[in-house]
Nanobody, 124 residues
Framework: QVQLVESGGGLVQAGGSLRLSCAASGRIDTNYVMGWFRQAPGKERDFVAAIRWRGDVTEYTNSVKGRFSISIDNAKNTVYLQMNSLKPEDTAVYYC?????????????????WGQGTQVTVSS
């Protein structure tokens, strides 16, 4: 089993920044892939970014490329999502997820474990 706990959400003005953290615990091996997804009110959950546990491969959805950055601190078992130049359309609940890998997937169906989510609200 793997447990994921997100933190770092909040309210920020458009153009601002936030850094989300996802602390992972349990049986994780180096084949795992860590992902961030988001779900806005009334919408489906969408892929945002993912990174292999080794940190050697990343993937982003087009709408966040150049603004968001995913990283991993293996010593702390923590994945980060640095979000810059935030826009009102980034408002959503952000979820951390883990899949057993080794292939990196952008589909939520491939992920085995999920955190409880953290709210990000961007005001205009």
């Amino acid at each position: 089993q793997v447990q994921l706990v997100e933190s770092g959400g909040g309210l920020v003005q458009a153009g601002g920044s936030l850094r989300l953290s996802c602390a992972a615990s349990g049986r994780i091996d180096t084949n795992y892939v860590m992902g961030w997804f988001r779900q806005a009110p009334g919408k489906e959950r969408d892929f945002v970014a993912a990174i292999r546990w080794r940190g050697d491969v990343t993937e982003y959805t087009n709408s966040v490329k150049g603004r968001f950055s995913i990283s991993i601190d293996n010593a702390k078992n923590t994945v980060y999502l640095q979000m810059n130049s935030l826009k009102p359309e980034d408002t959503a609940v952000y979820y951390c997820a883990a899949e057993k890998g080794p292939g990196l997937s952008t589909s939520g169906a491939a992920y085995d474990y999920w955190g409880q989510g953290t709210q990000v609200t961007v005001s205009s």
